[in-house]
């Protein structure tokens, strides 16, 4: 047996953990640029109590409170320079994905005088490689996870879009895993119903990809099949009754799926989702998976039969007496009633779209070169994602 495992994010999981945010600040200053999202009226006092006890601790806290779903590389620029400006120790990044996506891109290019985003997507493109530093600065990210899904407090991947192409891509690094990460399933609470199961089952296809990538890596295995467990088990409760214990077993799910998705990498439903994600700005990248995911499972259930069958008796249990065939075939109608019956029902139809852009979506050149799947099965799955 031979693997490579890699984890170096200090995890602090637990009801009431944020409240320890000042102390886990001073460990590296008293000056903090705080990274979150646009405020609305149902996070706004989310924020207020964690701005209110670091300034009560005597920490200097620069707010950067702008940040979009699909955040730009505009936004990372003015992130770096407000860091920059205001000569911060640390960066605090509180909310989802994108929030902390950004910050952890500020932190990877402090030194950097101007970002070159195309050398950035092209060169630092593989989540297995280790890359020269790009910064000697170290400026360490605390993460505060608001949403169970998106993974990136434990990986070392931050998905940006390019302002010129408005396309969604990624940037690997090792120095993109944050420093330390608070998860208080407690900030879920109040997340809507639509946010709560887009970002499960963005957590879902995490540990999925990552075990049908997974070439013999027992931890992370174990991790990817306690997440889908947690996931399939707690979601339609939640929904049902928000109790704490439903809202942990989703956090953790979300924190085991990231730590094998950092290990392991994602298939072919991630790229597919960011770039027809790109060109459809109301789709949400839990939402983007959602939709594909029947499609992906119905032309490859061949290909992963003994992994597509093993997750389909997680969800079912009746398929434990069936054999690996029928179990993997018919995993695109067990995931098809769960997705059903948890509200992640999606197609291309409900945007309204110009046939123009689904034409742009259909002979999108990047299909011609993805390397998880033959090119003939990616187009036969655009193809009829893309059918209205």
Known sequence: MKFNYQQPTELIFGAKKVNHLPNIVKRYGNRVLLVGPVMNEAIQPMFNQVINNLDENGIITTCYLEIEPNPLTSAVD??????????????????????????KMISLCIDCEIIDWQEMFKKYDNFANRYEKISKTDLPVIAISTTAGTGSQCTQASVITDDESKMKLTVFHQDNFVEVAILDPELTMTLPRSITVSTAFDAFTHAFESYLRNDGNPITENFSLQAIQNIVQNLPHVLIENKIEYREKLMLADTY??????????????????????????????????????????????????????????????????????????????????????????????????????DKIKNCEIWQHLPMEKTETILEIVNEICKL
């Open 78 to 103: 003015k992130g770096l320079r407000l860091a920059k400006e205001n000569n911060v120790d640390v960066i605090v990044a509180m909310g989802g994905g994108s929030s902390i996506d950004t910050a």
């Open 257 to 358: 799926a990231g730590i094998a998705l950092a290990n392991n990498g994602a298939a072919l439903p991630h790229p597919l989702s960011e770039i027809i994600g790109s060109y459809v700005n109301k789709l949400s990248h839990g939402q983007a998976l959602a939709m594909i995911y029947p499609t992906f499972v119905k032309h490859t259930y061949e290909k992963y039969q003994t992994k597509f069958a093993t997750v389909c008796r997680i969800f079912d249990e009746s398929y434990c007496d069936k054999d690996d065939a029928e179990a993997a075939k018919d995993f695109y109608k067990v995931l098809n009633k769960f997705e059903k019956e948890n509200y992640l029902e999606f197609n291309l139809s409900q945007f309204d779209l110009e046939q123009s852009t689904i």
